[in-house]
């Protein structure tokens, strides 16, 4: 199933976990895509129709056998990187999950523009650099006090994505 599938496509209840099985068991695509179904099984209020679970969470837990903070993950992803999926969805994947959730709370609060400048320090950046990155928006302290007065302009090639330095 393609990420554009499963936001069209309407499923049963037992298609969407079928298919939030199969996406657990493969890369980021598929991760935003179970993000996806899982918010529609909410919605659909899915827990309801198998009757074993109090709850949403109980069910994604006893009937998926999803832990509660991964399935948590996964929905806050999948609600934050909306806005930049129909323009931005190249620049989405190339961004691991484990950044994506670091970015996610900075995402939520900023407009996309900004939101697109987060996206592609997450995709070029170490997760060291990225959480550094971060603790400066948040003007707390990074861990190293260089000044940075010393820069180089890098370009990155989008068709092989090489890097290489700016003039040169």
């Not at 993000?35 to 998926?64: P, Q, S, Y």
């Not at 961004?95 to 939101?115: D, S």
């Not at 003007?139 to 820069?151: A, F, K």
Request: hydrophobic share 35%; net charge positive; with cysteine.
């Amino acid at each position: 199933m393609t990420l554009k599938e499963a936001i069209e496509k309407k499923l049963t209840k037992d298609e969407r976990e079928k298919e939030i099985r199969v996406a657990l068991a493969k890369g980021l695509e598929d991760y935003l895509i179970a993000g996806c179904l899982l918010t529609k099984a909410r919605k659909e209020r899915d827990w309801e129709k198998d009757h074993i679970a109090h709850n949403f969470w109980e069910w994604v837990e006893k009937e998926l056998l999803i832990s509660t903070s991964n399935g948590k993950r996964m929905i806050e992803i999948w609600e934050g990187i909306q806005p930049y999926l129909q323009n931005h969805l190249d620049v989405v994947l190339q961004v691991e999950f484990t950044k994506l959730a670091e970015i996610m709370p900075i995402l939520k609060k900023v407009k996309v523009k900004e939101g697109l400048e987060w996206l592609h320090t997450a995709a070029t950046n170490s997760v060291r650099d990225l959480k550094r990155n971060i603790v400066e928006h948040k003007g707390g302290q990074p861990d190293d006090l260089c000044d940075h007065v010393r820069t180089e302009n890098w370009l990155k090639c989008c068709k092989c994505h090489k890097f290489f330095k700016n003039g040169g």
